[in-house]
């Protein structure tokens, strides 16, 4: 798959994509984590990133959040050249890591807040924001509780709420519902449709097969390269199988 991507340092682009990568490459020594891959998400598209563990995922999410330096290749993030402008970028996306980052011996509020302040959310404005996405979650009369003492459950929407405090373009999102139950997971992915709904473009990835399913396009990692991309339908119908999960094992796993 060959991106073009245009290419202007001083300003975001006018694009339909928020997402634009050509042959992007991270190597650690002689050990290639990422090798070439080129693909682009729309604006306001639920994409999943696919792939078992060490296929890439992680190091692959940590160069598109300008998080870690690419050996080789390209990207376009929100508009913003990945090369030159690392800085722009981060002020329009949001980040929700693989393991829980926010602070256990602080309140829900206080999370919050320090990071609507690292953000650069208005003063005026961040106590609104703040009480607007708890009441969403429901945890509004929970915002003097300390983070330790809620359930994983509780904690996963509260780093989606906050990566999404600042209105980003994009949101990151690495493994979000690892760990926890189905319906956590439901009521998680619930918050992901209604972001989308609002021109959020999502990207996220998880090792679980069902989850793909809920995505308008997935991608498949394997051994540091992007194997096959497409909607869930399209790949299923290319591999002649019913589920996702059939599609996964029947091409990494082979």
């Not at 042959?23 to 050990?31: A, D, N």
Request: proline share 4%; net charge positive.
């Amino acid at each position: 798959m060959k991106v073009r991507l245009p290419f202007r340092p001083q300003q975001a682009i006018d694009t339909p994509y928020s997402i634009q990568v050509e042959g992007l490459t991270k190597r650690f020594g002689e050990f290639t984590a990422v090798n070439h891959i080129s693909f682009e998400v729309k604006k306001g598209e639920i994409f999943g990133f696919l792939g078992a563990n060490g296929a890439g995922k992680t190091t692959a999410i940590r160069m598109l959040c300008s998080l870690l330096q690419p050996t080789e290749g390209k990207a376009m993030i929100a508009g913003y050249d990945l090369a030159t402008q690392p800085k722009l970028i981060k002020r329009h996306i949001g980040y929700m890591s693989q393991k829980f980052s926010l602070y256990d011996d602080l309140t829900i509020f206080e999370n919050m807040q320090l990071f609507g302040t690292i953000y650069g959310i208005p003063r005026k404005e961040l106590k609104d924001r703040i009480f607007s996405r708890l009441e969403d979650l429901h945890l509004a009369d929970k915002s003097k509780t300390l983070v330790a003492s809620i359930p994983l459950g509780w904690k996963q929407k509260l780093a989606f709420a906050t990566a999404m405090l600042h209105r980003p373009d994009i949101v990151f999102l690495d493994e979000p519902t690892s760990g926890v139950d189905p319906i956590v997971r439901r009521e998680f992915w619930n918050l992901i449709y209604e972001a989308a709904s609002h021109g959020v473009t999502i990207f996220v990835t998880t090792h679980y097969m069902d989850e793909a399913e809920y995505c308008g396009r997935i991608s498949i990692m394997s051994h540091g390269e992007l194997k096959l991309i497409g909607t869930p339908t399209e790949l299923k119908e290319q591999m002649q199988v019913d589920s996702i999960e059939k599609v996964f094992v029947k091409y990494v796993v082979r």
